[in-house]
Antibody
Framework: QVQLVESGGGVVQPGKSLRLSCAASGFAFSTYAIHWVRQAPGKGPEWVAVISFDGNTQYYADSVKGRFAISRDNSKNTLYLQMNSLRTEDTAVYYC??????????WGQGTMVAVSS | QSALTQPASVSGSPGQSITISCAGTSSDIGNFDFVSWYQQHPGQAPKLLIYDVKYRPSGVSTRFSGSKSGNTASLSLSGLQAEDEADYYCCSLTSTSTRYVFGTGTKVTVL
């Protein structure tokens, strides 16, 4: 069964850091690009970042560039998102999603990040 | 990069057909055939319905279809059913540094 499971969310103060994880199972993780997509409460999804299948290429949304870093460990079938200098506007449910044909084919259940003082 | 523009709500009776529009620009929808559509029920993750403008992933009902004309994409849903009541989002690849842009979302109500 193809599955993505996010973890690591929580409540954090502005300016602090948090690292999210996304554990993959049921497919050849090392052959797919993987994305992070977030969704603020009551809002539509917002693309955050993508990493190539081999981890050599990353792209970021302007809103997180320089603050967030996407990485992966193919030996552990795990994706990461290191989030630094967090802002209140980063509050959202964060999803990892398997990339396919320039779309987001399989989504995890999401992990909530709340940035608040 | 501004969000793609969708109608806030669309409604229809069971069995009817509806269409959701998604307006973009020449930097996104008008420049790429990489439009995708997602269905999201409350409290759940989005689900891919359409990719590359008009193709359905395996397992997605044939009642869903996609198209594009110029800078606007559309999702059509035929034979409306109660289970189709959800939020729908379009998404496109863009030529800007933020590589993907989503739509504002459309709430579909089955009357």
């Amino acid at each position: 069964q193809v599955q993505l499971v996010e973890s690591g969310g929580g409540v954090v103060q502005p300016g602090k850091s948090l690292r999210l994880s996304c554990a993959a199972s049921g497919f050849a993780f090392s052959t797919y690009a993987i994305h992070w997509v977030r969704q603020a409460p009551g809002k539509g999804p917002e693309w955050v970042a993508v990493i190539s299948f081999d981890g050599n290429t990353q792209y970021y949304a302007d809103s997180v560039k320089g603050r967030f870093a996407i990485s992966r460990d193919n030996s552990k079938n795990t994706l990461y998102l290191q989030m630094n200098s967090l802002r209140t506007e980063d509050t959202a449910v964060y999803y990892c999603a398997r990339g396919w044909e320039m779309a987001f084919e399989i989504w995890g259940q999401g992990t909530m990040v709340a940035v608040s003082s | 990069q501004s969000a793609l523009t969708q109608p806030a709500s669309v409604s229809g009776s069971p069995g009817q057909s509806i269409t959701i529009s998604c307006a973009g620009t020449s930097s996104d929808i008008g420049n790429f055939d990489f439009v995708s559509w997602y269905q999201q029920h409350p409290g759940q993750a989005p689900k891919l319905l359409i990719y590359d403008v008009k193709y359905r992933p395996s397992g997605v009902s044939t009642r869903f279809s996609g198209s594009k004309s110029g800078n606007t994409a559309s999702l059509s849903l035929s034979g409306l059913q109660a289970e189709d009541e959800a939020d729908y989002y379009c998404c496109s690849l863009t030529s800007t540094s933020t590589r993907y842009v989503f739509g504002t979302g459309t709430k579909v109500t089955v009357l």
